[in-house]
């Protein structure tokens, strides 16, 4: 079983901080009235939660959270080093501080490392695991990848909507000027773009992951977009060695699925998580 909250006559959904490792970290709480299952969404490089925007509505029947990394969003971004160990004791706090047990856990990119990360260490914690285009595969960065880096460094109109349209790599999507904007607003706060470096840094140093992936023992997911060019789909043969792991590629999508076709992705993750 997940996270069962107290029933309550009607669902909750509220955003707060919360004290994690003694820093204030931003988190949607998304409470249903009944018993069910929880679903943990993990964001990648430089994101929120508002990258979830799009998906969350659709887990009606699934308590959800969904935290802002620490060092990323609106959480606080300290000036300390950014080591995969700091977010697998971020995780285990957050986790502990929430009750949360067993769920099932989405994770895109980099949160998707996170989450191999944490799986490995913590074997049976998780109910089942859902990966989108997960990071820690790639030997060096991708040009979209650069670009992307290089929106978050440089965070004017221009370079982020250039560098969200190359993510998409489909001419006849559309990024949203909000997310652009949100963006820009984020990565100008202070100790934004030492976070981002830091953190990016950390990935860089951790190239064992590929090797350990024979390692994973609970039901997993890999979802992976046709036409993603910042971690490209030829990734996701990684994971198709593995018994326990099923593996899906969204067509027409670039490296955000959820936030490309929601409804599609979550049929399909609906599909694996009442199998």
């Given at each position: ?27 949607l ?8 299952k ?8 430089g ?18 959270i ?20 700091l ?48 990071a ?39 990024v ?37 992936l ?35 590629i ?5 490296h955000?699925?959820y936030?490309?076709?929601p ?13």
């Amino acid at each position: 079983m997940g996270l069962v909250f107290n029933q309550q006559n009607s669902d909750t959904e509220r955003m707060e901080f919360i004290q994690i490792l003694g820093y204030n970290i931003r988190c949607l709480i998304i409470e249903r009235k009944g018993p069910c299952k929880t679903i943990v969404l993990l964001h990648g490089l430089g994101a929120s939660i508002e990258r979830w925007s799009e998906l969350w509505p659709l887990l009606k029947d699934y308590n959800v959270i969904i935290p802002d990394l620490i060092g990323f969003g609106y959480s606080d971004k300290p000036l300390i080093e950014y080591t995969i160990d700091l977010f697998v004791k971020f995780l285990e706090e957050l986790f502990s501080k929430l009750e949360i047990s067993n769920p099932i856990i989405i994770g895109s990119s980099f949160g998707g490392q996170l989450v191999l990360e944490y799986s490995l260490r913590h074997k049976d914690f998780f109910e089942k695991i859902i990966l989108v285009s997960p990071a820690g595969t790639l030997e060096r960065p991708t040009y979209v990848l650069s670009q992307y880096i290089f929106s978050g460094l440089y965070p004017t109109i221009e370079n982020v909507q250039r560098a969200f349209q190359m993510m998409a790599n489909n001419p006849d999507y559309k990024v949203d000027e909000n997310t652009v904007k949100d963006y820009i607003n984020r990565m100008r706060l202070p100790n934004s773009k030492y976070a981002l470096i830091s953190t990016l840094l950390a990935m860089r140093r951790d190239q064992r992951l590929q090797n350990r992936l024979v390692e994973i023992v609970i039901p997993t997911l890999v979802i992976w977009g046709s036409e993603d060019s910042t971690i490209p789909v030829e990734n996701i043969e990684y994971f198709k060695q593995i018994p326990i792991v099923e593996t899906h590629i969204m067509e027409g999508c670039g490296h955000t699925p959820y936030v490309e076709k929601p409804h599609e992705f979550y049929e399909i993750i609906k599909k694996f998580i009442e199998s």
